[in-house]
């Protein structure tokens, strides 16, 4: 075959329609219906073809259809109307973030699930930092966000005859998204990283969403090889060398890439571990640019000036030679040597300023690498920052075992002060889980909050619901979407208006998912009659339930099918039937979650269950929000407490939906008993067998006994009224709680805030609040050891071995310190309950009369205080002794703990 020469024609868009191109370079319309509706009107069956892709439609339109969409009056009225919406939301001045501080923040994530037409994205983690961004760019913050552009995504899911998962491979061309390179003074911005024996480039795409950019590197350039172009191919794939590359893309190459494009954050924030290197990155900036240079390169720039204002930096070598001659030579520089900043000294800046968010419940879903790795890749490091190897590979190990791995989230952990899991319970596991980080210290006590996921309500809401919302709650609804008072203006909407607009949705999912199931069947090469079949699958009168997510073994997918004979009679019903609809992926290299796939795609495949339960292949953004607006209940089975938050049963009520779950993640602290339904709400924990086996009774009472027949009740013979009401109560407890306007604004105040502000005093006057605090640790570090409480008892006056409710309890205690002042120390009573061996529900409380006992030796004290009384029963304390600081920000921040 001769060679081709290939060549792209795209249409010249007429000066009516201009505007469409800023609308569509910037990802706004992703939450904006209006705007969608334009660029669908253009072409539908490019729109569809296109996967939503505004960019591509622009490029595919046909000439002629643009010349006469650009004379049409009422599209062009509708254009201006649209257009004006997207300025006014750009300009607005009366933003949350425009009522604060505006501190800058950088949000770091490993991936963004903005849109199904930019595939960027797994799974949860990406569609909650996509959901964060737009919150934050809605909320008006001085935001910006980091990533890596994977040229093939994550993997797109075929489903084969057999039911077996196939990865294809995704190929995402630039030119078609919405992305512009990053230029400086019109050069395209490259960032270096340096990796063994050699620099890998990355190019910088901005993405522009609203009012806020995500910056995403990218290796493929010319400058690196074959290999390195790679890096940032594809999304969790490769071996744990790729990774280790990935994650020094983003965590190093992200600070470089803002530095350069001249974005300084005052807060650093990272969401989950594959961006810790930043840390290391942070640290090393500001120990260079704070440097003491060599007394000689002092001397040569500055030798005809009597005083050192050098434009470079500080000098090194000055304050620790100690010969008469230099000391009375460099009394003029030593101002400026105190403004030198060491590696302690940078990791107090650093942390203080970095939030850290975790989303695992378990230690293997996080990132390590073996020593090995770590020395391949950061040799160097320490000597740059004046570490050991030994301590720079402690800031990733739990324990001091030579054989431990390093791990990202113990970095982050340790390089953070501001750390937080996303949900209530799933904080308690993680304060569990990494308790060791901080040895000897109660689980209660280790440093992690919680802030509960939420979902971005415009953009999970049909746009049919943005209007119902209009009409019956006001226009103003997107502003006061986390307002738990507004949203009892549901119960103004008519309940045949509400279920007419649900069985609307519904019927155009059932829709969506024939159209899916079909083109399935036809690439696999089934019958004909199989094919004709589809139209017979899911009915709309019919209680539809929805499961779709990735399909770990934790999520339990096919423990519907625990007892198939059981179902059968469940959804064959002829009165009253229910069917079940299907989707997700597995990790390409998860067999066991393909096997369970399999077996949910055998069971929709068997006939005696009638089609009344699909699986729909290919999971996305977009296969989620038909599923999320048809669905009337939502089924959420995990292991608990696995689910550490999960966040697609909070897209239901949006859409009028209901949540059937486990008590686990964030519907443990949504279900208030009327708003939805719980499995196995009787049991907390236990074995996974045992959770099993309660979990699959429940589950099937549950439906026989409480959805169907209230699904089916309709006392007028038309609206299942007294599901309607639950529809309603769905709303109106959960829509206010469990959306990203809250949990942002919760970032805002409770981490992003209080970072800046520690940020600001570590580096206030030169950094002389962060010097001091590390020279303070170091004190304490070399002096802790020799801390002890030497007695300890309850003082009864008059002997008795109880006490009356009210009075209080005094206690004394004789402690050691050696050189440590009792200013630097806080000696408290730790005490509560006594139940099987262990103090429940503990308080604190300081003990803060000392007393020098100078007889007894150096740096003993007597200190006593009083307990209250406050409740009969057995009760216990500990006394334990922990060092205090003004600056710090943690109370167990130096990990130094000492008990009686």
């Known amino acids: 075959m001769e060679s081709l020469l290939t060549f792209n024609v795209i249409p010249q868009l007429p000066s009516s329609l201009e505007h469409l191109r800023e609308l569509a370079y910037n990802m ?36 002629s259809r643009l010349i006469e969409i650009g004379n049409d009056e009422r599209y062009l009225t509708e254009l201006k109307k649209v257009y004006r919406a997207f300025r006014n939301y750009l300009d607005r001045s009366d933003t949350y973030g425009s009522l604060q501080s505006q501190e800058a923040i950088a949000y770091f994530s490993a991936e963004y699930g903005l849109h199904e037409s930019f595939p960027n994205y797994s799974g949860g983690l990406g569609i909650l930092s996509g959901d964060h961004c737009k919150s934050a760019s809605d909320l008006g913050l001085n935001f910006r966000a980091v990533g890596l552009l994977y040229r093939d995504g994550y993997f797109k899911q075929r489903i084969n005859k057999e039911g077996w998962q196939e990865a294809v ?25 340096e990796l063994p024996g050699r620099l890998v480039i990355a190019r910088v795409w901005e993405l522009a969403l609203g009012r806020i950019k995500i910056y995403l590197l990218d290796t493929m350039v010319p400058e690196n090889n074959a290999a390195d172009q790679l890096i940032t191919s594809s999304l969790y794939g490769g071996n744990q060398e790729l990774r280790i590359q990935q994650e020094m893309v983003l965590g190093i190459g992200g600070i470089r890439a803002l530095k350069a494009i001249g974005f300084s954050p005052r807060v650093c924030h990272m969401n989950e571990g594959h961006s810790a290197f930043l840390s290391l990155e942070r640290v090393r900036d500001l120990i260079q640019e704070n440097e003491i240079r060599p007394l000689a390169e002092f001397a040569a720039a500055d030798a005809e000036q009597e005083t050192t204002t050098h434009r470079g930096g500080v000098y090194k070598g000055i304050l620790d030679d100690s010969s008469t001659g230099v000391t009375q030579q460099c009394t003029s520089v030593v101002e400026l040597c105190k403004s030198s900043v060491d590696f302690d000294a940078a990791l107090q800046v650093v942390a203080a300023s970095n939030v850290f968010t975790t989303h695992t419940p378990v230690p293997a879903g996080n990132e390590v690498f073996s020593e090995e790795l770590m020395k391949a890749y950061f040799a160097d490091y320490p000597s740059t920052v004046g570490l050991t190897w030994e301590q720079f590979m402690r800031l990733g190990q739990m324990s001091i075992d030579p054989k431990a791995l390093f791990s990202m989230t113990i970095l982050a952990l340790r390089t953070s002060r501001f750390a937080n899991a996303v949900s209530q319970l799933h904080g308690e596991v993680s304060r569990r889980l990494w308790q060791g980080v901080w040895k000897d210290v109660p689980a209660e006590e280790v440093p992690i909050t919680s802030i509960t996921n939420g979902v971005h309500a415009k953009t999970w809401a049909a746009g049919e619901f943005h209007e119902l919302y209009e009409k019956y709650l006001g226009k103003d609804w997107e502003d006061r979407q986390s307002d738990p008072e507004f949203w009892r203006g549901v119960i103004d909407i008519p309940d045949d208006v509400l279920w007419q607009l649900h069985q609307t949705l519904k019927q155009r999912s059932i829709d969506f998912m024939r159209e899916r199931i079909r083109r399935q069947r036809v690439r696999n090469g089934e019958p004909p009659d199989e094919v004709r079949h589809v139209n017979r699958i899911l009915n ?36 009253h039937p229910v069917q079940f609809v299907f989707a997700g992926k597995a990790h390409p290299v998860d067999e066991e979650g393909k096997k369970i796939i399999q077996e949910v795609y055998q069971y929709s495949r068997d006939p005696q269950f009638e089609g009344r339960i699909i699986f729909v292949e290919d999971y996305d953004i977009n296969i989620g929000r038909r599923l999320y607006q048809g669905c009337d209940v939502w089924l959420n ?51 996974n067998e045992y959770q099993n086996e309660v979990d699959i009774q429940s589950l099937f009472s549950v439906l026989e006994n409480q959805i169907v027949p209230l699904y089916y009740a309709k006392p007028d013979g038309r609206l299942p ?21 809250r949990m942002v604004k919760e970032y805002d105040r409770f981490l992003y805030e209080p970072a800046a502000v520690a940020h600001a005093a570590m580096e ?4 002389q609040n962060a010097r001091e605090l590390s020279h303070w640790k170091r004190e304490m570090f070399l002096l802790w050891p020799a801390v002890e409480i030497l007695q300890h008892q309850v003082v009864s006056v008059e002997q008795r071995d109880a006490f009356f409710v009210g009075e209080e309890v005094m206690i004394k205690a004789i402690v050691k310190l050696g050189a440590i002042k009792p200013e630097h120390v806080r000696v408290q009573a730790y005490f509560g309950p006594f139940e099987k061996n262990v103090i429940t529900a503990p308080q604190i409380l300081d003990i803060k009369n000392v007393t020098p006992l100078p007889d007894a030796g150096e740096g003993v004290y007597e200190y006593s205080g009083k307990i209250p009384a406050a409740e009969s029963g057995s009760y216990a304390l500990r006394l334990r002794i922990i060092p205090t600081h003004q600056n710090l920000l943690q109370a167990h921040e130096l990990r130094l703990i000492t008990w009686a």
């Open 28 to 63: 706004w319309w992703s939450w904006e219906p209006t705007a969608r509706r334009l660029f669908r009107e253009l072409d539908v069956e490019l729109w569809e073809r296109s996967n939503h892709n505004p960019v591509r439609v622009l490029q595919l339109c046909h000439q």
């Open 169 to 193: 491979q995704l190929n995402q061309i630039v030119n078609h998204l919405p992305l512009r390179e990053v230029k400086i003074d019109e050069k395209p911005l490259r960032i270096s990283i």
């Open 540 to 575: 709309t009168d019919v209680l539809t339930i929805g499961f779709a997510r990735r399909f770990a073994t934790y999520k339990r997918g096919a423990l519907l099918f625990s007892d198939p004979e059981r179902l059968r009679r469940i959804i064959t019903n002829r009165e």
């Open 637 to 687: 089975n995990p292991l608990r407490p696995y689910e550490a938050s999960g966040t697609s049963g909070m897209k239901l009520p949006l859409n009028g939906g209901i949540n059937l779950s486990v008590l686990d993640g964030w519907w443990l602290e949504s279900f208030n008993g009327k708003n939805g339904w719980a499995i196995g709400s009787e049991i907390s924990g236990g074995s």
């Open 721 to 741: 009224l007294a599901w309607i009401q639950s529809m309603r109560e769905s709303m109106r407890t959960i829509v206010p709680m469990f959306n990203t306007h």
């Open 764 to 767: 206030k006057n030169s950094f």
